[in-house]
Structures are given as structure tokens and as C-alpha cells.
């Protein structure tokens, strides 16, 4: 099953906007990460939050998780072409006693950034 | 310093058949998990190793099945192919449980 859930499931914006997509979850989770990938290829790591983390920047991307409302937004500033792609959230879920169980993906938001 | 890297990264099956996908981690990573992604779908987690045993399982059936090498490589087998194994099978490895790195992926089409 899939945990998180991104919105919109697609996005297109012109080339210089900001673009930003949120992810919802169900679960407790130990960290959301936001990944990239680009015409069904692999996918690339883009960044990772904490649960007791509230934002975080990496370059142009900018993440915010609330927990309260167990909600992520990805914020992509300044975007190029470049960035056209599709962007997942992943939950690791907080499991009593630990261990380990994978990551929960949502279905994505495809984004188009026109030139 | 090498990636993950999968194997092959094309493949075409016949329904009934048997696959074997490989997987080589990162350097310096010792875990390796199996993800299936249908298209237009996200990942979906298929299991973890560590080693050399599966250490988690998602909702997956016992037709697919896995292993790890003491060198941490890992394999993917999936028996009795059907119609709907039809994916994108994408490998991850990590160090403990932060920042998976993936590969590029297996296209797998059952026909």
C-alpha cells in the first residue's frame, strides 16, 4: 500500500516560477525524504527531514514537514527546465522496537517546467 | 566511487518464466532493498536485505524472492512470471537507514 500521497499529480509551470507540491501521510514516520526521477529512470535523493526537524534548505529546495497534520511540501525556487521530472515523497515508518521497512511511496507529482 | 548499479537494464520475459536481476551497492553500503514500480505508479517495497538475510518483507508474494552475497550484492528472482510483473524493478542500498541511493533500474516486460 501507499502511504504518502503528493499533490497536485501534475504541475506545469513557465521556466523562472516557483513550484511547490505537498505530500501526505498516514503513519508516525522516523523521516520524509523527497526524491526525483526523470522518465522512469532511477531515482535521485534529494533530500531528507527528521521528524523532529521542522524545514530544511538544500540549494533551490526548500522542505517543510508539520507532523501534527503529518504533512510534507517540496518548494522548488527559481525552476528550469532542468527540473521537468517527476518528484516523490517517501515515508520510513516508526516501528515499535525498530527494524527496518523500506520506504512508502506516493504515486508523485509530475512537474513540467516550460521554457 | 561506483553508484548502485543493476543488471541487466532491459529484459523481456515469456508468462511462466523465471528472472534473476542483480544488484551491486554502493561502496561502503551494506543493506540492499527491492523496489517494483508500475508505470505511472511510486515505488512499492518489495524487501530488504541485511546480512545476508531478508530482513523485512512487504506485500509481496512468496514468488518473489531475494538474496544477498557476503560481498553485499544482492539478487532479485521472480518465478512464474505473470502479465503483471510487467515493472521497473529499482534496487537501493544504504548505510543503516538514512539516504538511500538507487539505481537506474531493470525494465522488465512480461509477454
Known amino acids: 500500500s501507499q502511504q504518502g500521497e503528493e499533490d497536485p499529480q501534475a504541475l506545469s509551470i513557465q521556466e523562472g516560477e516557483n513550484a511547490t507540491m505537498n505530500c501526505s501521510y498516514k503513519t508516525s514516520i522516523n523521516n520524509l525524504q523527497w526524491y526525483r526521477q526523470n522518465s522512469g529512470r532511477g531515482l535521485v535523493h534529494l533530500i531528507l527531514?527528521?521528524?523532529?526537524?521542522r524545514e530544511k534548505h538544500s540549494g533551490r529546495l526548500r522542505v517543510t514537514l508539520d507532523t501534527s497534520k503529518k504533512s510534507s511540501s517540496l518548494l522548488i525556487t527559481a525552476s528550469r527546465a532542468a527540473d521537468t521530472a517527476s518528484y516523490f515523497c517517501?515515508?520510513?515508518?516508526?516501528?515499535?522496537?525498530?527494524?527496518?521497512?523500506?520506504?512508502?511511496f506516493g504515486k508523485g507529482t509530475h512537474l513540467i517546467i516550460q521554457p | 566511487d561506483a553508484g548502485v548499479t543493476q543488471s541487466p537494464t532491459h529484459l523481456i520475459k515469456t508468462r511462466g518464466q523465471q528472472v534473476t536481476l542483480r544488484c551491486s551497492p554502493k561502496?561502503?553500503?551494506?543493506?540492499v532493498s527491492w523496489y517494483q514500480q508500475a508505470l505511472g505508479q511510486g515505488p512499492q517495497f518489495i524487501f530488504q536485505?541485511?546480512?545476508?538475510?531478508?530482513?523485512q518483507r512487504g506485500n509481496f508474494p512468496d514468488r518473489f524472492s531475494g538474496h544477498q552475497f557476503p560481498n553485499y550484492s544482492s539478487e532479485l528472482n521472480v518465478n512464474a512470471l505473470l502479465l503483471g510483473d510487467s515493472a521497473l524493478y529499482l534496487c537501493?542500498?544504504?548505510?543503516?537507514?538514512?539516504?538511500?541511493?538507487f539505481g537506474s533500474g531493470t525494465r522488465l516486460t512480461v509477454v
Open positions: 537501493a542500498s544504504s548505510l543503516a537507514r538514512d539516504g538511500y541511493t
Open positions: 536485505y541485511y546480512e545476508e538475510e531478508e530482513r
Open positions: 561502496s561502503g553500503h551494506d543493506t
Open positions: 527531514i527528521r521528524s523532529n526537524e
Open positions: 517517501a515515508t520510513d515508518q516508526h516501528l515499535e522496537g525498530g527494524g527496518a521497512d523500506g520506504l512508502t
